[in-house]
């Protein structure tokens, strides 16, 4: 057994981002006395159906049927168990996933169950309800144990006495606080313990720990914060009004609740950029999101800040990363394909007027329509407000179309398409951003909606992946991302590593991202400048990469590094073949008098690799080694990437 130190994202999140801007858009808007005034008294705030009549007004014939299903499949299903084994097996493996299966099917089942029985209203899945909201009382802690190395004891098994919120700590509270508001009156029949235990032990796990909010990163008034933050927050907020019966302490909670999601938004740049990628983006600008949708109605909609520029911009970020399909641009620990809740989506873009995220929404449910409705692992209240969004979609097809390009100036973002299907983005930015890869330079290639050349993505979270060991894992390394190897050294992880004379460019010419990234290496790797310039022709339909360097002294070795999942063909001089599995072949050409060609394949033994095999639809992912023939101090070179027609 080992003691893990971590730099974990709960408390010292991985990210720091250039600058708080403490704009306290909510705080600012609405006092405390605001909020009071305004905040529907629990026992007349009714924000879903409480009747079978009511949810089947709400919901299709169909959507009904499948929800009793559900709750028939949980109730079918043997309740996980957890134990002191499976919580110990962190820090003696490094594995996260056994104890978050059992965690997140209980509370998964219990949401499927509570939501069938509210809308049959035949007490069928009554029983089984009691029976998980006790087993999940009776859980020591209600997080999953990577987030315990911020209690006092630290060595695996949770401390009763030193409760902390963490993500899933919040998110068992909403699953306890829907349970009391859906099914309450039929547990107090069975014992009136229940519920007074629901409202016992999510008092004294989260909302008196939380008080403390100096123990909590996620919470800081002067430092950035991530997902974290919005996430943990909109769950507060929903436990909170739904469970708290002093109406002096829930209008106290949900304003301070309110302010604490402000320190978000004082993180992010003025264009609503969010550095840890779309993936994270649905638990981060999409839970800010849940939360101003719970403000709203609780208020009778009085407290709305959907008028905002900043939440605007936030909101817009998802569909501008957006790639083709099911793809989406993944830099950081972002995966490069998910299926987005269109529900979700679609309601936000009502909410702002945006037409385009309206569509993009309606494009997302109707391509990924189990993304919105089906079982859920997180975000609960999403869901049944998904649900009840069902009723209210148009008959009438998306017009979503992808946008042509999107420059976002904080987190140095670039995004363009040529009109023959290339798809090009690539950044600047810094080595210390949420949840990061050492990749300041790196770009990524599309053609046709598929993949070319790629940022390979994470692997699976394991203890070492938030530790002081994360850059030991291949796929955090600038070594295995598009970006030059300087002296067999690569980027290494801290905020001062970044891109510096950052400048895009967008105009009819051109769509290009400039940036010198030598102080994106260490000292050893001997950089004076190394000028980047990636660059878009959509007239020549070409994507060009030129870099033109200054080294301390004529390097040992210098080489480029490429990224693929394609079949690759390196047999022509001075060109290397890409065909994508769809057949599509794009050609990168190079001066073969500069550079000899390799490639490799790394590896995917391992937990943390083991995602590796399927992640891209079952594709390895190869890198392919450009090494430079001729060694000087002083040097220019570009690639040519073009479609094949």
């Not at 950052?502 to 994106?520: G, N, Q």
Request: aromatic share 10%.
């Amino acid at each position: 057994m080992f003691r893990i130190s971590f730099l974990l994202l709960l408390l010292t999140p991985l990210l720091v981002r250039a600058q708080i801007t403490q704009r306290n858009i909510l705080s600012k808007k609405y006092t405390a006395a605001d909020l009071q005034s305004a905040l529907v008294p629990k026992d007349q705030w009714k924000p879903y159906p409480k009747t079978s009549e009511e949810w089947k007004k709400a919901l299709p014939d169909s959507v009904v049927k499948s929800v009793i299903q559900s709750g028939e499949a949980a109730l079918a299903t043997p309740m996980p168990q957890l134990s002191a084994t499976i919580l110990m097996n962190f820090v003696r493996s490094g594995d996260r996933e056994e104890h978050s299966a059992v965690s997140f099917t209980r509370r998964s089942n219990l949401t499927d169950l509570i939501i069938a029985e509210s809308v049959e209203n035949k007490n069928r899945f009554t029983e089984a309800i009691m029976n998980y909201v006790w087993a999940i009382c009776e859980e020591t802690f209600w997080g999953v144990p990577a987030h315990l190395s911020t209690q006092k004891a630290g060595n695996g098994l949770p401390d009763m006495q030193d409760p902390i919120v963490d993500l899933f700590a919040a998110e068992t509270a909403t699953t306890l606080a829907l349970t009391d508001y859906f099914i309450g009156e039929k547990l107090d029949k069975i014992s009136p313990l229940i519920r007074k235990r629901i409202y016992a032990e999510t008092n004294r796990r989260i909302f008196e720990p939380i008080k403390n909010t100096e123990r909590y990163g996620y919470l800081s008034k002067t430092k950035a914060v991530n997902n974290w933050n919005p996430w943990i927050v909109s769950n507060l907020l929903v436990a909170e009004l739904l469970l708290e019966n002093d109406e002096s302490k829930r209008k106290d909670y949900a304003y301070t609740y309110m302010t604490h999601m402000d320190a978000y938004l004082n993180g992010l740049g003025e264009d609503g950029g969010c550095d840890e990628g779309p993936s994270y983006w649905f638990a981060a600008g999409a839970s800010v999101f849940d939360a101003l949708e719970t403000l709203q109605s609780a208020s009778n909609g009085k407290v709305n800040i959907y008028d905002e520029p900043l939440i605007q911009k936030m909101a817009s970020y998802v569909y501008k990363m957006h790639i083709a399909n099911d793809y989406f641009v993944n830099f950081a620990d972002a995966d490069p394909k998910l299926r987005p809740d269109g529900l979700m989506l679609y309601r936000f873009g009502r909410q702002l007027k945006d037409d385009n995220l309206t569509q993009f929404g309606l494009w997302a449910f109707n391509s990924f329509p189990e993304a919105a409705i089906a079982k859920g692992r997180f975000q609960r209240q999403r869901k049944v407000a998904n649900l009840l969004t069902l009723q209210t979609l148009p008959s009438t097809p998306s017009t979503y179309k992808p946008v042509a390009h999107a420059w976002f100036n904080d987190i140095q973002v670039l995004t363009a398409r040529t009109k023959n299907g290339l798809f090009l983005a690539t950044h600047g930015g810094h080595n210390a951003e949420s949840h990061n890869h050492n990749d300041v330079g790196d770009f990524i290639v599309y053609v046709d909606g598929e993949p070319v050349i790629v940022d390979a993505g994470r692997g699976n979270y394991t203890a070492k992946t938030f530790s002081s060991k994360r850059y030991e894992l291949w796929f955090t390394q600038s070594q295995y991302h598009n970006l030059p190897v300087i002296n067999g050294i690569g980027e290494p992880a801290g905020r001062h590593f970044e891109a510096q004379n950052v400048t895009s460019k967008i105009d009819k010419k051109e769509l290009s991202l400039s940036m010198d990234i030598a102080k994106a290496y260490a000292k050893d790797a001997g950089v004076q400048s190394w000028k980047r310039l990636v660059k878009l022709d959509p007239k020549k339909n070409t994507i060009e990469v030129a870099d033109d360097y200054l080294l301390d002294a004529d390097p040992k070795s210098l080489q480029q590094i490429f990224m693929t999942v394609c079949e690759v063909n390196t047999s022509n001089t001075g060109k290397i073949i890409f065909k994508t599995p769809g057949k599509k072949t794009v050609s990168l050409s190079y001066d073969p008098q500069l550079w000899t060609v390799s490639s490799e394949f790394p590896s995917t033994e391992g937990m943390e690799y083991r995602s590796f095999k399927t992640k891209w639809d079952n594709h390895p992912v190869q890198r392919i080694v450009l090494t430079a023939k001729t060694l000087t101090k002083k040097g220019k070179h570009g690639f040519a990437i073009a479609k094949s027609e």
